[in-house]
């Protein structure tokens, strides 16, 4: 879980530098050497913004709610900061967003647990415009018209992600039954733009439509394959962890 996030923020600077080469940027080991300096650098941004929010909300007493939209109003700062710099310098706005929070949760547990539940309130509104919006989005013959190959790709994607993980985790105390879970936990997974664990599908859904938002000419084909990735591997992916989890995993009675 914790690798999650990480691997979600990877992919999305991956996926902005991809889509700036599309749009006619050269391709060099320039753009390539970015992808650690917007890491680290947004990585660092994101711990000092939430040791300055820790220490306000300690020492200042304000409602919770007001504590959400400051926080959002940082993340939207945050994000178009990224933009302003492209050019100069690298820094990724969404790690720095998931390092604010982190700090703040590891600054003052109890503030972050209240508005942990603050923000997934306003996520139950927000997710159901963002699939609407992806879904009318989607040009149906278009989807059909890439046929089988589109899967095929799909599939290849997930085959060698999965021998990521595995190679990844072989140097860990992990059992074999554990190790086999989670190679079925990352069927609900993605490649080329696709990002993220599909049985929420929240970055397939946010990102897949950027290109075709932007004129690009991959547009319609990223906006489709997302889509049908998310279609395919988030129903596939939940009834493999649902089925296994029982077989694969025990409990530890200790942390119980």
Not at 84 to 98: E, H
Request: proline share 2%; with cysteine.
């Amino acid at each position: 879980m914790a690798g999650a996030s990480a691997d979600d923020v990877y992919n999305i600077v991956i996926f902005t530098m991809l889509i700036g080469m599309e749009k006619g940027s050269n391709i060099s080991l320039l753009n390539f050497l970015k992808v650690p300096e917007s890491i680290i650098l947004g990585a660092l941004l994101g711990a000092m913004i939430g040791l300055v929010l820790s220490w306000y909300f300690k020492t200042f007493h304000i409602r919770d709610s007001l504590k959400v939209t400051i926080i959002m109003a940082i993340g939207m700062a945050l994000y178009y900061l990224e933009g302003i710099l492209t050019g100069m310098i690298a820094i990724s706005g969404l790690l720095a967003v998931m390092a604010m929070g982190l700090t703040i949760n590891n600054r003052n547990a109890e503030v972050a647990k209240r508005l942990t539940g603050k923000f997934s309130r306003l996520w139950v509104a927000a997710e159901i415009f963002l699939f609407v919006l992806v879904g009318a989005s989607v040009d149906i013959k278009y989807a059909s018209q890439a046929g089988i190959m589109m899967i095929v790709m799909l599939f290849i994607g997930l085959a060698f992600r999965m021998l990521g993980v595995y190679i990844s985790i072989l140097g860990t105390t992990l059992t074999k039954k554990e190790r086999l879970f989670c190679l079925l936990a990352e069927l609900p997974k993605a490649t080329f733009c696709l990002l993220a664990e599909l049985p929420k599908a929240t970055v397939q859904a946010a990102i897949g439509g950027v290109p075709l938002s932007m004129g690009l000419p991959c547009g319609k084909l990223v906006l489709s394959f997302s889509v049908i990735a998310i279609l395919i591997t988030a129903p596939l992916g939940a009834k493999a962890i649902d089925a296994s989890y029982k077989k694969l995993l025990t409990r530890d009675l200790e942390h119980a």
